[in-house]
């Protein structure tokens, strides 16, 4: 199979977008081990300056970039899951969420689809910070069920490299962040760039998470602790520094996450992974006398 122009909407060639290839050509890649990609997102509020899609637009074409840049093994990313578990940002109009456990049987019914057809393995790749905890919880299931299915935030492998080059106040991945903000400049363009530039220019900082109602205490991240951060109806939408984001830098973060994402699915593809269950003989109870 030759590379043809990317289709459109997409960031890679269509031999690496699943949706793009006929079943016999699905078939095909199946049967050279190729990886499996499933990004999952979310479609929730994020303030004023970005769209209600940004984390399944950011996982999508973050994971398509980085699979035409993995010559073997061969990538397929599918179709994302574009709605999340955004229970915490439902004050505002523009959030769809999925329940807990339908997110997770949504889930599970994709990456099962993907392993009854033959594929040796598969990843999730996350945009979305709400969706992290129940993704690891669902891929521990399926392991130890016996199935090869990972996942892995896309702003994770690169972190290092690209947090280096943020130029605000808030040094991490926030929601409608610096981050998200200069990514999705990076990968529009025209009008939708302007607009996003004019929109989050001279937003104040927001440093503090939006789990605390008030003051500088944070017991949660002082703490390690779980909450989640509560976006209701009079926050202003957004954790981090968006006025601080621009294009040069968000060319620069979108390829250390790229390039990082990558060489991720190559080491995840090549590595020799446990799966399932043995019984432990030193362990394993023996059979009454009877």
């Known amino acids: 199979m030759t ?18 290839l006929t079943r016999a050509e699905i078939t095909q890649a199946r049967d050279v081990r190729a990886l499996v ?3 999952t997102g979310a479609t929730e509020q994020h ?14 074409a973050v994971a398509e970039l980085a699979a035409a840049r993995v010559s073997s093994p061969r990538i397929l990313v599918t179709p994302p899951v574009s ?15 999925l329940r807990l456990d339908t997110y ?12 009854a057809t033959g594929f040796h393995r598969a990843v999730f790749v996350n945009g979305h910070g709400g969706n992290s905890a129940p993704l690891r919880a669902l891929c521990g299931e399926l392991v130890t069920d016996g199935h090869a299915v ?7 492998p690169g972190h290092v490299g690209w947090s280096a080059l943020l130029d605000g106040q808030l040094a991490v ?30 937003l104040p900082p927001r440093l503090v998470q939006p789990w605390m109602r008030s003051g500088d205490t944070d017991p949660i991240s002082a703490h390690g602790a779980g909450w989640p951060p509560i976006f209701q109806s009079d926050d202003c939408g957004y954790w981090g520094d968006p006025s601080a984001a621009s294009l040069e830098v ?41």
């Open 3 to 20: 590379d043809a122009p990317f289709p459109l909407g997409h960031f890679a060639p269509r031999m690496n977008v699943w949706a793009e």
């Open 37 to 39: 990609v499933i990004p």
């Open 47 to 60: 303030g004023d300056h970005l769209a209600t899609g940004t984390d399944s637009f950011l996982a999508t």
């Open 83 to 97: 709605v999340g578990f955004s229970p915490h940002h439902l004050s505002w109009a523009g959030t769809l969420s």
């Open 104 to 115: 997770l049987s949504v889930l599970r019914d994709v990456a099962m689809s993907v392993i």
């Open 150 to 156: 990972g996942m892995v935030d896309y702003f994770a």
């Open 173 to 202: 991945a926030g929601h409608a962040c610096e981050y998200e903000t200069a990514l999705t400049m990076a990968l529009t363009t025209g009008a939708n760039r302007a607009r996003i530039k004019d929109a989050s220019a001279g």
């Open 250 to 290: 968000g060319e620069a973060m979108l390829e250390a996450t790229v390039s990082a994402l990558a060489r991720f699915y190559v080491d995840f593809a090549q590595a020799d992974l446990r799966v399932g269950l043995s019984a432990n003989p030193n362990t394993a109870r023996h059979a009454p006398k009877v």
